[in-house]
T-cell receptor, first 113, second 113 residues
Framework: DVKVTQSSRYLVKRTGEKVFLECVQD?????MFWYRQDPGLGLRLIYF???????EKGDIPEGYSVSREKKERFSLILESASTNQTSMYLC????????????FGPGTRLTVT | QQQVKQSPQSLIVQKGGISIINCAYE??????FPWYQQFPGKGPALLIA?????SEKKEGRFTISFNKSAKQFSLHIMDSQPGDSATYFC????????????FGQGTELSVKP
């Protein structure tokens, strides 16, 4: 059974803080993704990674960066958190070749005050 | 630019009724169209998916109807049950995009007993 875990379910940070969101998957998947979920906007891709140390911008990368030093771990970094980054953040992993299914973690609800 | 448009945003159906959620896409290069189901407090999970070489796919009470010429696809839930109450997302992907999904805005379905 595929498992994607995220380091925190709820997080409250102050404006200007550096924030790290961690994601770990246990299925040896090549691809990992970070999304943010906002009501009425669906899931929007922030960044994805198709291999260790490889990353590609998604649709809304501004204000975010990522790190993938090991295959199973993909981190999302908010360099200087702002209130408009208050959102639900979802991590996913997938094989990404013939099988496009993505497996999601439970999400991190981030509030920036 | 929203490449996948989903409607309605919310839907209330009586138990035993049919729930219908619609999606329209713009990019004719898309070749994979999944639907994801998300329960409160959980990440989305793949429900059913279709490729454009077929017009319909059925799994239990869930059916995807696909209209390639209209660039539309829809999810039908037959005999809707209160346990189907969740948020549903359609999505689309291209074969050479490493499994990267473009999601619709989401539909919150409530099935009343």
């Amino acid at each position: 059974d595929v498992k994607v875990t995220q380091s925190s379910r709820y997080l409250v940070k102050r404006t200007g803080e550096k924030v790290f969101l961690e994601c770990v998957q246990d299925m040896d998947h090549e691809n990992m993704f970070w999304y943010r979920q906002d009501p009425g906007l669906g899931l929007r891709l922030i960044y994805f990674s198709y291999d260790v140390k490889m990353k590609e911008k998604g649709d809304i990368p501004e204000g975010y960066s990522v790190s993938r030093e090991k295959k199973e771990r993909f981190s999302l970094i908010l360099e200087s958190a702002s209130t408009n980054q208050t959102s639900m953040y979802l991590c996913a992993s997938g094989e990404g070749t013939l099988n496009y299914e993505q497996y999601f973690g439970p999400g991190t609800r981030l509030t920036v005050t | 630019q929203q490449q996948v448009k989903q409607s309605p945003q919310s839907l209330i159906v009586q138990k035993g009724g049919i729930s219908i959620i619609n999606c329209a896409y713009e990019n004719t290069a898309f070749d994979y169209f999944p639907w994801y189901q998300q329960f409160p407090g959980k990440g989305p999970a793949l429900l059913i998916a279709i490729r454009p070489d077929v017009s319909e796919k059925k799994e239990g009470r869930f059916t995807i109807s696909f209209n390639k010429s209209a660039k539309q696809f829809s999810l039908h839930i037959m005999d809707s049950q209160p346990g189907d109450s969740a948020t549903y997302f359609c999505a689309a992907s291209r074969y050479n995009q490493g499994g990267k999904l473009i999601f619709g805005q989401g539909t919150e379905l409530s099935v009343k007993p």
